[in-house]
């Protein structure tokens, strides 16, 4: 029988770490094989690990040390936090945990700040400070567009830019939009909404009417880039999975001097009609290895939304793998 104890000092700081009910502590039991239990030493609390197999013990122990760094700087630890820690560690990953605690992004209306939560957030953000344009390709709740935006906010407070573009396809605009009410602008809102929401957070609604008036930042469907220029401006291209390659195109040519170029998309949700190729797509494959320009990939691991949702990514992704092989195996079998 192996054992590791870990000082915690306070019972506030302990009851971060068991979670509501012990769940959190439950999760890492179940994930390591092991038995966890706070005792009450002269000192403060204490953490109790043991279990049959000293490398799950371990494991644990290096998971309850980090959620109680966790738990020290915030009031609340996240589930889908402990979850990531856990993965991150026992897939041998856990150093690269110690990046996630750089500085701030940026700092939101409401005063809370904007970090990276994971490490593939991490690298992402880094890569567009410090690149012209960037690829952000990944499943949905990875925090493409939000982090983008982030990024975007503090470049044009900081004065590296003048204004922000944001763009995304509208591909129904031939067919559904014509049936909404309203003028154009009123038709196109709703394909923009998610652009609207990461803005309002960041800068709040009426600071936001204010920029968008005086021509600070604009919110545009992809179509009304053609024909233009864009000089020290940061242009984020969002949904980009939905735009032709001749939309595609012509965004990554819009960009001009002093200027930053975001584009986020999920290769797995394209609504393009059928035998249509998405632009992003091939331009991942097109200017990959081009000089100032990364192509960033997030995975499932990087979902910083409930958790169910990373599940449900991963059971899609299975999902689609067996289609693939049960169609590859048929086209074997007509071959023969």
Do not use: W
């Not at 939560?117 to 709740?141: C, D, F, S, W």
């Not at 396809?169 to 602008?185: M, N, R, S």
């Amino acid at each position: 029988m192996s054992k590791e104890v870990i000082k915690i000092g306070h019972s506030d700081i302990t009851a971060r770490i068991f979670g509501v009910g012990d769940a959190y502590v439950r999760e890492v039991e179940a994930a390591f094989g092991v038995d966890i239990r706070n005792r009450s030493e002269s000192s403060g609390d204490a953490i109790l690990i043991t279990g049959e197999s000293e490398e799950s013990v371990s494991f644990a122990a290096r998971v309850i040390e980090r959620l109680r760094e966790e738990a020290e700087k915030s009031e609340e630890i996240p589930e889908q936090r402990v979850s990531y820690i856990i993965g991150m560690i026992r897939d041998g990953e856990g150093g690269s945990l110690e990046a996630l605690d750089g500085s701030t992004i940026c700092i939101t209306s409401r005063g809370k700040p904007i970090k990276a939560k994971t490490v593939g957030q991490k690298k992402y953000v880094e890569a567009i400070a410090k690149n012209t344009i960037v690829l952000g390709v990944g499943p949905a709740g990875t925090g493409k567009t939000f982090l983008a935006v982030a990024m975007a906010v503090k470049a044009l407070r900081n004065g590296d830019v003048n204004r922000i573009v944001l763009t995304r396809p509208a591909i129904e605009a031939g067919e559904k939009l014509g049936f909404l009410p309203g003028d154009l602008q009123s038709k196109i809102d709703p394909y923009l909404r998610p652009l609207y929401d990461a803005l309002y957070e960041m800068l709040g609604a009426e600071n936001y009417a204010k920029m968008a008036e005086k021509g600070v930042i604009e919110v545009a469907p992809l179509a009304y880039m053609r024909g233009r220029t864009l000089d020290d401006s940061f242009i984020i291209l969002d949904e980009a999975q939905n735009a032709t390659p001749e939309q595609m195109k012509m965004f990554l040519t819009r960009l001009g001097f002093h200027s930053k170029a975001v584009v986020t998309g999920d290769l797995t949700q394209t609504d393009l009609p059928v035998g249509q190729k998405s632009g992003l797509a091939m331009a991942v494959k097109i200017i990959a290895g081009i000089p100032d320009i990364v192509i960033h990939h997030f995975s499932d691991r990087d979902v910083v939304r409930h958790k169910l949702v990373q599940k449900i990514i991963l059971a899609y992704e299975r999902f689609e793998r067996e289609q693939a092989q049960k169609s590859h195996v048929q086209r074997k079998g007509n071959g023969k």
